[in-house]
C-alpha cells in the first residue's frame, strides 16, 4: 500500500517542551497497553465473590399488547437465581435521556422486535442467556409502521415537526433560470464497537450503588440508575476507566444496562455484570438515524443557487432518544460548505417500530451534508459542468455571502485555500481528465473521481452542556494525578488532556497519571460528543493546572526573594531569580509551606447562544473545515466497487497530537466510506432486523484501504476562538469527508451512460444499489434511442 501521512512540528511552541507536551506528536497513553492486550475493560475486572452475571429476555413482535408472559421455565432454569420485569423496579421505568419515553422493560404493549421485556440472573452467563430463551409470551398483533415512508403516510412522530425559513424561497425558485428536484435516501450504521455494551453493579453499605459502565456519559448513567432504584444521585458513583469504542452508541444507551444490572444488584445484594453479545447489542441498541431527503432547487446559468428547498425525514424508531437534537443538526448542516440565499427546510422526527436510532459520529451532520451534496452534483451533471467548479462556485464568501441558514456568521473561512491547495497537490484536473479517457475505452471497469469539502460547526447545540470540569493534584514528588469529565474510548482524549497539564506545569507527561472517569470526582460532567472532549476538558485541566502554578508561583517568589514574574516554569525545574530548583523539590517545599497541591478546574464555552424556538443564533463556536479527493472504480456487470486513492487536507488548528489526530482523520474517514458503500441495516417485513452480526454486517476491512491514502493536517490551521492552545476538534468532521468516495461512484456510474445523465444512486451504494443505478440508467438510454 503507498500511503502518506504529513505531520508537521507546529511553530508557535516554545523551542523545548518537556517531553511529551501539547503539540507533541505522542502515543496513546494507553498504546503498550492495548497491543500487549493488558488495557483493563469492564470485563477484564476481578469478579467479586457471589458475582450473577445477567441477559435480557427481548420482544419476538414489532408492535403488539402483550397478552400474557410465562416466565416458569425461565425460572427453573439451571443457574437461575432470579427474574426481573418492570414490576421490579422500584423507581422510574424508564431511561429517556430527553423525553420520558424508553422503558427499561416493555409491560403490557411491545414496541420493536428485540425490545427488553425482561432479565435472568443467573450463576454463569451462558446459564442466564440459555434461560433467557425459555420464556412463553403470547402477543396480539397491532399495526406495524416499519419505514420512513409507512411513518410520513400514517402520519407517526416521536416529536412535533420543526420548519426553518430564511428568504423568500417560492419567489427565488420561481425567478431561478433553472429548477431541478429529487428524492435521496441513505440508511443507517451500527457502531460496532469492538467492546459490546456492559454494566457491572456492585451493591455498597447503606444503600449504596457502584456501577462500572462502559459509557460516554457516566453522568447521565448515574441519574439513570438513581432514578430507576428510587434513590438520589449522591448514591450512586459511575466509573468508566476506557470505553472499546463508542462513536455516540454509547451517549444515551448505556442507562438501560446500568439500571438492569443495578436493579438486579439491589434486588439480590450482590454484584450483577451484564455484558451483550453481539447480535443482542446490535438488535437492542439505537442506530445512524437513516433519511429520506426531497430537495428541490433553483439556480442561474452558472450553478449559483438560489434556492433550495428540503424535506428531511428521518426514523427515529420508537421513541425520541436523541432524535430531536440530531434533526436540528441534520438542519444545520443543511449547507455543508455552501451559502443559501434563500432555504426552507421542514423536518419530520417519523415513529417507527423498530428500536431508536441514536447518536452516532457527525450527530446528523453526515445527514444534513448528505442532501446539499446531492443538490450541488445535480446541478453540475444537469449543466455539464465539473461537479468541483459549482461546489467553489457556491462556497461560503470571506466578507460576503458569509451568513448561514440559521444567523451565524461565518468568521473563519479557509475553504477556498484549502480546496485549492488539494486540488494542485492530489492532481484532481489532469488526473479527471485522464480517467475520462481511460472510461472511453474501457467498457466494463469504469472510473469515477470526487473532490468535496465539510464544514462541521463544534459545540454541543444545547448551549447547557458546553461546560467541563477536572481535578488535579500535585504530590510531593513532583507527579500529577489528573481527572476530568471526559471518557476515553481509543480516540486519545486521556492523552491530549495531559499534555495540556503537562505544557502548563512544564513537566514530562509521565509525572502525570489520568485516572478513570468518575461521577464522585467530577461531578454533572457532558457527555464526551460533539466533537468537544478535548476542547472541554482541556481547557477545564488548563484551568486547574493554573490556579496550581498560580500558587507555586506565589510561594516561589516569597520563599527565593524574587518577584513574580521572575519565578519561571522550565522543563521539569523552576528558575527563581537567582535560584533554580526541580519541579519535584518546589512542589516539596510548597507542601512543607502549608500551600494547597489540589485544585479544580471548570470551563465554559464563550459566544455561543442558541434560541430553539426561533432556529436562529449562534450556536457553534468554531468550525472544523476539511476537502477529500476520493478516486474509485466500478464493475458494471457485478456492481462491485474500489476506492483507488484518496487524498485529505484536514484542518485540526494548531494540532494538540498531530499523530493521533492523524488516526482520527483515518479512521473517520473509512468509517464514513463504510457508511456509504457496504454497511447495510436490513429490517424484513415482521420488523426483524437481519442483520445483525459480523456475517450479515459488513463493515471496511483493511483490505478496504484505499491502496493510496494522503493524508495530511493543513500546516496554515489555526483556530481564530481562543480553544486550547488554538486546537480544532478532529472526532467527527473527518467522517464527512467520505461523501467524496459516494460522489466518486455516482461519477464512475455517469461514465457508464458517456456522462449525458444524472445517476439516481442511494446509500449505501452496495453493489446491487450501484447495479439498480446502472440499470435505470441504461433504461433511460435505451428509451432515448427507441424514441429516436
Not at 408472559?69 to 437461575?80: F, K, S, W, Y
Not at 479517457?437 to 468535496?452: C, E, Y
Not at 486513492?645 to 468509517?671: C, K, M, W, Y
Not at 442511494?762 to 446491487?768: Q, R
Request: negative net charge.
Amino acid at each position: 500500500m503507498n500511503s502518506a501521512e504529513s505531520i508537521t512540528t507546529t511553530p508557535h511552541h516554545a523551542p523545548v517542551q518537556p517531553i511529551g507536551s501539547a503539540g507533541e506528536a505522542l502515543a496513546h497513553e494507553s498504546a503498550v497497553l492495548h497491543v500487549t492486550g493488558s488495557a483493563s475493560y469492564i470485563d477484564d475486572l476481578p469478579e467479586l465473590r457471589r458475582t450473577l452475571h445477567a441477559a435480557i429476555g427481548l420482544a419476538t413482535a414489532a408492535h403488539a399488547r402483550v397478552q400474557s408472559i410465562n416466565l416458569d421455565a425461565v425460572r427453573a432454569a439451571p443457574g437461575v437465581v432470579a427474574v426481573l420485569t418492570a414490576d421490579d423496579i422500584p423507581g422510574l421505568n424508564d431511561f429517556g435521556p430527553v423525553v420520558h419515553d424508553d422503558p427499561i422493560f416493555a409491560t403490557s404493549e411491545v414496541q420493536f422486535h428485540g425490545q427488553a421485556l425482561f432479565a435472568v440472573l443467573a450463576e454463569d452467563m451462558h446459564a442466564a442467556r440459555a434461560a433467557a430463551r425459555l420464556a412463553q409470551v403470547e402477543y396480539e398483533a397491532l399495526p406495524a409502521v416499519l419505514s420512513v415512508d409507512d411513518a410520513l403516510e400514517a402520519g407517526t412522530r416521536v416529536l412535533p415537526d420543526v420548519s426553518l425559513r430564511q428568504g423568500e424561497v417560492d419567489g427565488a425558485l420561481a425567478k431561478a433560470a433553472h429548477r431541478l428536484s429529487g428524492t435521496v435516501r441513505h440508511g443507517g450504521q451500527d457502531h460496532f464497537y469492538l467492546e459490546t455494551h456492559i454494566a457491572y453493579a456492585i451493591p455498597q453499605e447503606d444503600n449504596t450503588m457502584k456501577v462500572y459502565a462502559s459509557s460516554q456519559h457516566p453522568g447521565e448513567v448515574q441519574l439513570q440508575v438513581a432514578h430507576a432504584l428510587g434513590v438520589d444521585a449522591k448514591d450512586v458513583v459511575v466509573e468508566c476507566r476506557r470505553m472499546g469504542g463508542g462513536f455516540g452508541g454509547k451517549e444515551s444507551q448505556p442507562g438501560q444496562i446500568a439500571a438492569i444490572a443495578a436493579i438486579g444488584a439491589l434486588r439480590t445484594g450482590r454484584p450483577v455484570k451484564l455484558r451483550l453479545d453481539r447480535d443482542d447489542d446490535m438488535i437492542l441498541t439505537g442506530k445512524r438515524h437513516d433519511f429520506r431527503i426531497d430537495w428541490e432547487a433553483g439556480f442561474d446559468d452558472d450553478g449559483r443557487l438560489a434556492a433550495v428547498r428540503f424535506r428531511q425525514s428521518t426514523r427515529a424508531g420508537y421513541s425520541a432518544d436523541l432524535t430531536g437534537a440530531i434533526a436540528d443538526r441534520a438542519m444545520f448542516h443543511a449547507d455543508n460548505a455552501y451559502y443559501l440565499p434563500a432555504v426552507a427546510i421542514d423536518s419530520h422526527r417519523c415513529k417507527t417500530h423498530t428500536v431508536s436510532n441514536t447518536a452516532f459520529r457527525g450527530f446528523g451532520g453526515p445527514q444534513g451534508m448528505f442532501g446539499i451534496e446531492e443538490v450541488i452534483d445535480n446541478i453540475a451533471r444537469h449543466l455539464g459542468r465539473d461537479p468541483l467548479e459549482i461546489r467553489k462556485l457556491n462556497y461560503y464568501g470571506v466578507d460576503e455571502r458569509n451568513t448561514t441558514h440559521y444567523g451565524q456568521r461565518i468568521e473563519d473561512n479557509v475553504l477556498a485555500p484549502m480546496t485549492t491547495e488539494l486540488e494542485a497537490s492530489c492532481q484532481y484536473a489532469s488526473r479527471r481528465a485522464a480517467i475520462r479517457q481511460w472510461n472511453a475505452s474501457s467498457p466494463v471497469i469504469k472510473r469515477g473521481i470526487a473532490l468535496t469539502p465539510v464544514k462541521f460547526g463544534i459545540s454541543f447545540t444545547a448551549t447547557h452542556l458546553n461546560q467541563a470540569g477536572a481535578l488535579l493534584h500535585v504530590y510531593t514528588d513532583g507527579t500529577v494525578m489528573l481527572n476530568h469529565g471526559g471518557t476515553e474510548m481509543g480516540q486519545g482524549l486521556f492523552t491530549k488532556v495531559a499534555q495540556v497539564v503537562a505544557r502548563e506545569l512544564q513537566i514530562d507527561i509521565d509525572r502525570i497519571r489520568v485516572t478513570a472517569s468518575d461521577t464522585a470526582r467530577v461531578p454533572n460532567a457532558s457527555a464526551t460528543a460533539a466533537s468537544s472532549g478535548a476542547d472541554l476538558n482541556g481547557k477545564a485541566a488548563q484551568d486547574a493546572a493554573r490556579k496550581i502554578k498560580a500558587r507555586l508561583t506565589e510561594f516561589a517568589a516569597a520563599k527565593f526573594g524574587c518577584r513574580e514574574d521572575q519565578v519561571e516554569f522550565l522543563p521539569n525545574r523552576i528558575r527563581a531569580g537567582n535560584t533554580e530548583l526541580s519541579f519535584a523539590e518546589l512542589a516539596h517545599a510548597a507542601w512543607m509551606g502549608r500551600v494547597s497541591l489540589s485544585a479544580t478546574g471548570y470551563y465554559r464555552t464563550p459566544r455561543i447562544a442558541y434560541d430553539r424556538h426561533t432556529l436562529s443564533g449562534r450556536p457553534f463556536y468554531y468550525y472544523a473545515y476539511g476537502a477529500a479527493c476520493s478516486e474509485v472504480a466500478i464493475d458494471t456487470l457485478t456492481g462491485e466497487s474500489r476506492v483507488l486513492r484518496t487524498d485529505i487536507l484536514h484542518d485540526v488548528g494548531h494540532s494538540l497530537n498531530p499523530a493521533i489526530d492523524l488516526g482520527q482523520v483515518e479512521g473517520g474517514f473509512i468509517q464514513g466510506m463504510g457508511w456509504l458503500t457496504m454497511e447495510e441495516l436490513w429490517w424484513d417485513d415482521k420488523g426483524r432486523l437481519r442483520t445483525h452480526a459480523p456475517s450479515t454486517y459488513k463493515i471496511p476491512a483493511v483490505s478496504d484501504l484505499p491502496p493510496v491514502f494522503n493524508v495530511r493536517l493543513w500546516e496554515r490551521g489555526i483556530n481564530s476562538e481562543d480553544s486550547i492552545f488554538r486546537s480544532k476538534a478532529v472526532g467527527e468532521p473527518p467522517f464527512m469527508l467520505a461523501l467524496s468516495v459516494w460522489h466518486a461512484i455516482k461519477d464512475a456510474i455517469a461514465a457508464a451512460g458517456d456522462y449525458r445523465l444524472t445517476p439516481q444512486l442511494n446509500a449505501p451504494a452496495t453493489p446491487e444499489e450501484i447495479l439498480r443505478s446502472l440499470d435505470a440508467l441504461r433504461a433511460h438510454l435505451a428509451s432515448e434511442a427507441a424514441a429516436a
